[in-house]
């Protein structure tokens, strides 16, 4: 059966509007699906404390990050690895350690202290070696370190072999137990 040409645009036209609307979701950036793929990433990159951080999102990108986690690269590097999702913006990062039994606040501001001395040393070795490796480029990645925990953050579309020469660089300073490479979103 042939429909009326008269009735058979405003059929078409129909068919159309709901295929776009079908499909339309999938192109916009929601709050929704910032969050899914920044809590993915945390997952992925951070293991399974990253599941013990709160993400929320805003249609803007404006993410915050909460939770209280066991480790303290977690809380460190969260916001890291957030921001080397696609569409984030922003972010306010109010993740806490949790307290260890037995231990008094005081011990534990001290031994944070201690820890943020040994990163911010690492930190710098790291550095050193990607420059000695890599030359000018060593300065181009984001570099943040907890626990012997180096994320590496890679501008979008980087070479392959050279961003592996960097992470092999990063892999052979002393102290480093795990480098985490980031692709910086945008391109």
């Known amino acids: 059966m042939v429909p009326n040409p008269k009735t058979r645009w405003p059929l078409v036209a129909c068919v159309a509007l709901a295929a776009a609307a079908l499909v339309a979701p999938a ?3 929601s709050g929704d699906a910032l969050e899914l ?3 993915k990433q945390l997952l992925e990159k951070l293991g399974v404390d990253g599941m013990r951080v709160d993400v929320r999102a805003s249609e803007d990108g404006e993410v915050l990050l909460s939770g209280t986690v066991k480790k303290r690269a977690t809380a460190e590097l969260a916001e890291s690895v957030a921001h080397s999702v696609a569409g984030v913006s922003k972010i306010d990062n109010e993740i806490r350690l949790r307290q260890n039994e037995g231990e008094s606040a005081g011990n534990q501001a001290i031994d944070e202290t201690q820890a943020e001395l040994s990163d911010a040393a690492l930190q710098s070795k790291v550095r050193v070696a990607l420059i000695d490796r890599m030359g000018t480029d060593g ?3 984001k570099l ?3 626990n012997g925990i180096v994320t590496l953050g890679f501008p ?3 070479d392959p072999a050279r961003r592996k020469e960097a992470i092999a660089a990063a892999k ?3 102290g480093v137990t795990k480098v985490v490479p980031l692709d910086e979103a945008g391109g």
């Open 37 to 39: 793929s920044v809590r």
């Open 172 to 174: 052979s300073v002393s």
């Open 139 to 141: 300065f181009r990645y």
């Open 27 to 29: 192109f916009a950036v």
């Open 156 to 158: 979008h579309g980087y």
């Open 144 to 146: 943040d370190v907890a």
